[in-house]
């Protein structure tokens, strides 16, 4: 059974950065996936960001390139997200997830995840 715990949200101004943590417990392997999704208010959960844990490909959504930067810390089992240049459009709860199903043309697809954390809230301001 593997286990996420997500933190390291919080309350910023626009402009402002965050690093949001993610550590996992429990059996992984070097070809999974670590992935980093969000959801705000009323709407559909969103892919940010995805990367693998050999080290191969990191994709991120349109809406975060160049402004969100995801790495890990293989040795501690933590994927780690840098969030700079942050706008009160980034305000969600966000979530970090693993799978042993993703590849490059379904890394975005929320389904493809089988181990959630419990979110964590960040809120920008203006």
């Known amino acids: 059974q593997v286990q996420l715990e997500d933190s390291g949200g919080g309350l910023v101004q626009a402009g402002g950065s965050l690093r949001l943590s993610c550590t996992s417990s429990?059996?992984?392997?070097?070809?999974?996936?670590m992935g980093w999704f969000r959801q705000a208010p009323g709407k559909e959960r969103e892919f940010v960001a995805a990367?693998?844990?050999?080290?191969?490909?990191?994709r991120y959504a349109d809406s975060v390139k160049g402004r969100f930067t995801m790495s890990s810390d293989n040795d501690k089992n933590t994927a780690f997200l840098q969030m700079n240049s942050l706008k009160p459009e980034d305000t969600a709860v966000y979530y970090c997830?693993?799978?042993?199903?993703?590849?490059?043309?379904?890394?975005?697809?929320?389904?493809?995840?089988?181990?959630w954390g419990q979110g964590t809230q960040v809120t920008v301001s203006s």
């Open positions: 997830a693993a799978s042993g199903r993703i590849y490059s043309d379904n890394y975005y697809d929320v389904r493809r995840y089988d181990y």
């Open positions: 429990g059996r992984t392997f070097s070809n999974w996936a």
């Open positions: 990367m693998w844990w050999s080290g191969g490909m990191t």
